[in-house]
Each structure stands twice: as structure tokens, then as C-alpha cells.
């Protein structure tokens, strides 16, 4: 059972390159979490989405796409990097609200420098 | 809005010493809480959560939070600290148990031989 799984681990790119950050889940979860975290700041939320088909705007959505074409990936992508977008980025999972055991379940990050 | 406040980017402990880690937290409505623990180079691990039952949760690895509606409190404790929980830990707080988590800064644990 691997859980959450984030490819790539490590990413360099140019500013103006673009990019599609794969999660992948088996936990069979309905929500989906794309997260950046930096420095003094701690997790702030990119997108999410609450099923198969669907996303949603977090905090900091500008400059990413997301799609959740299937219920067990989760992709994040960056149509035109910009050097304010190096980040770690850390994928989630949880199973729903209805549930009343809505933890989220994190990959290991994907570290993303823009030069 | 929500938020979370984590007093104290960096806290370092004796190892055996008392571990507090505070965290604050603004909500209109009462609040579910977390605590998670990043080690280096990992993802977040759930250490406790708060969901209007007892007050005081344990969680893994010997620690506990205690949530304290007048203060608007949730910290967390470990009686006596290891080596091993040297990382760096994040509050979060979330209204409607499923969108819309708000992480705190965190606070990083160093432990001192």
C-alpha cells in the first residue's frame, strides 16, 4: 500500500518552462489537496478537489492548473513557471466530510526550483 | 477568516525535558484542530486532532494537546522529549471538517543531547 505517491521528487526549470506535477493515491479517497509550502509560511492550499471531475480554488491558486480526471490522480500543472513558484509542494488525500475521519494523508513533496 | 498562530519559529529542549509547542488559533465557529509533524525531507504525518470530544487528545509518540476555548488554545506537550521528535510541527485548523485547512507557520524542535 503506498498511499500518497508525488512524482517528480526534484525539478529544475527555466522561468517561462512548463510543467505537470503527477499525485497519484490508493486509498481510494475522494479529496484531493495540492499544497506549497515555504519557508516561514508554513502549508498554504493551491487547489483541491472534493471528487472525480471536480477542483476547486484554495488560497493561492494563480499561475497553476489542476485536473482530477480520474478519482486516484491529482494533477497539478504550471503553464509558465516563474521564479516566484519554487516551492515545495506537497500533495494530500482524505476520504470526505461525511465521514468524520477527514485526515489528509500526505506524499513526501516534490522540491521545484525556477531559475 | 481563519487563522493559526504558532508561537516561536524554533524551540529547542534538553532531551527528557518538558516538550510545549503553542498554537492559537481565530475561529467564529468552534474549530477542528490538528497537529502534524514533518520530518526532514518527508510529507506531514497526523500527530492528534481535536473534533469536539474530549478536550484533551493524545496522539502518537507520547504527545498531547489540550484545546482551551476561553484562550483559543491548542498546545501541544510531551512530557519528556527524544531525540527522535526533532522535526518540524504544524498546527491546522479547519471549520467544516474537510475544505479549507489553514496551516500555521509551524515551529521547528530541536533536541539537545
Request: proline share 4%.
Amino acid at each position: 500500500n503506498a498511499g500518497v505517491t508525488q512524482t517528480p521528487k526534484f525539478r529544475v526549470l527555466k522561468t517561462g518552462q512548463s510543467m505537470t506535477l503527477l499525485c497519484a493515491q490508493d486509498m481510494n479517497h475522494e479529496y484531493m489537496y495540492w499544497y506549497r509550502q515555504d519557508p516561514g509560511m508554513g502549508l498554504r492550499l493551491i487547489h483541491y478537489s472534493v471528487g472525480e471531475g471536480t477542483t476547486a480554488k484554495g488560497e493561492v491558486p494563480d499561475g497553476y492548473n489542476v485536473s482530477r480526471l480520474k478519482k486516484q490522480n491529482f494533477l497539478l500543472g504550471l503553464e509558465s513557471a516563474a521564479p516566484s513558484q519554487t516551492s515545495v509542494y506537497f500533495c494530500a488525500s482524505s476520504w470526505g466530510t461525511w465521514t468524520g475521519l477527514n485526515i489528509q494523508y500526505f506524499g513526501a513533496g516534490t522540491r521545484l526550483s525556477v531559475l | 477568516a481563519q487563522s493559526v498562530t504558532q508561537l516561536g519559529s524554533h524551540v529547542s529542549v534538553s532531551e527528557g525535558a518538558l516538550v510545549l509547542l503553542r498554537c492559537n488559533y481565530s475561529s467564529s465557529v468552534p474549530p477542528y484542530l490538528f497537529w502534524y509533524v514533518q520530518y526532514p525531507n518527508q510529507g506531514l504525518q497526523l500527530l492528534l486532532k481535536y473534533t469536539s470530544a474530549a478536550t484533551l487528545v493524545k496522539g502518537i509518540n507520547g504527545f498531547e494537546a489540550e484545546f482551551k476555548k476561553s484562550e483559543t488554545s491548542f498546545h501541544l506537550t510531551k512530557p519528556s522529549a527524544h531525540m527522535s521528535d526533532a522535526a518540524e510541527y504544524f498546527c491546522a485548523v479547519t471549520r467544516n471538517y474537510g475544505q479549507n485547512f489553514v496551516f500555521g507557520p509551524g515551529t521547528r524542535l530541536s533536541v539537545l543531547p
